[in-house]
């Protein structure tokens, strides 16, 4: 399913195609080992500074950032192409996504100078430093203290899940600048030098990967940081944490309708295989009718996005975001699952890869993976309360 789209959005798509041809690294680098979501290769960083010279790593931003005043349907074509490739803009995700747009809306020149940039072109790595053992989904009830002393704010507290602090150069830390008003109130951003002494990062393995070291515990024991590194106005950090990212949130549902159509693809080419009951896969019924749906999920997926993208453009509010990140998320999920079970015990076997759907590994590893989808960003029992409570008008 593809919208209609003009001469001049035909024509952007033509160009980003033909530049991505010709310059999207080797398939071999994009897909080489990571050490976590904040580790930048050199091959990472050049490759993002390539696509950042181009006018490609932001098209929607203003020149001044390296972007191109794309239109929000030109942004739309960019991720569909970018996301039909499998291509990754960045391998700090959080840096880009979250941190640089928050620092470019609302922070000061000298911090927009000094970060904005040196993001963009990869020269600097970032982590995020909003849970807390007692603050995730009610993330308003953080409780690192950050108290101004002099010149500098001393910061007490700690976060955890924090992804790639162990490699990052900074953190956009939020922090409770002011415990005697309403929760929401007395918080503060702070842009934190990840080398502050009073800064230590734990690293603790995944499940799924040890290899792949992601989360972090961050602790932070009187660490003193500079008031200039305040963003935003004193406990002014609750609409930072909302983020400035409504177009690329408008467009999240792309990555996941292509995310279930791999793995739909990837069932496919299980189809001659032998199932734990001795049977041809292909030749039962429940598989084939599995794999039908997935791809049903997918294209309900995609007509949904493109409607919510429709009355994004037109300015109306909508609750497609939480319906299409629940069903994404879930959707790509319930796939996984379904193949690992009609697998049986052949889904533990590294040698019969699944999808490359984030990075290699057995089905079973897959779809353990497919969690980083339905918890992070609003857990999807939080989608569910927001989708009762803004659509159907459910009592909280
Ligand atoms: C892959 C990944 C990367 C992450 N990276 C980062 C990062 O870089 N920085 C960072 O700060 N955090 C990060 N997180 C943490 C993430 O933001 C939190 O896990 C998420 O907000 C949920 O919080 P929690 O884990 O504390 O769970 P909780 O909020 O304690 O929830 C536990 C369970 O209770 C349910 N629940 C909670 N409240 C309600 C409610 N009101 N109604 C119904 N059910 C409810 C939840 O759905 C969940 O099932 C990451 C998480 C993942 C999985």
New binding site residues.
Partial sequence: MRLQYDDIDEAFRAELVDWLDANVPDRDLLESPRLS?AHLPDWARAWQRTLFDAGWLVPGWTPEYGGRNATATQQMIYFEELSKRGIPRTLNP?ALGIIAPSIRDFGTDEQRERFVLPTLRAEISW?????E?G?????ASLTTRAVLDGDDFVVNGQ???????HHADWCLCFVRTDPDVPKHKGISALIVDMTTPGVECRPFPELTEPDFC??NEVFFTDARVPRANLLGALHQGWPITQGSLAHERAMLWIDYAHLIQRAVQAMQALADRVGPDGRRLGDDAHFRDAVASFHVDAVALTAMGYRGFSKFMKGRSSPEHSLLKLFGSESVQQCLLAATEFLGADALDRDHAGPRMWREGSWLIQYLRS??GT????????Q??IIAERVLGLPR
């Fill in positions: 979501s959080q982590c995020l430093g909003m849970s053992p603050a995730g989904s009610d993330l976060k955890v899940w924090t992804s790639g602090a992601d989360f969690f980083s918890i992070p960003g609003g857990t999807s029992e939080i569910r309360n």
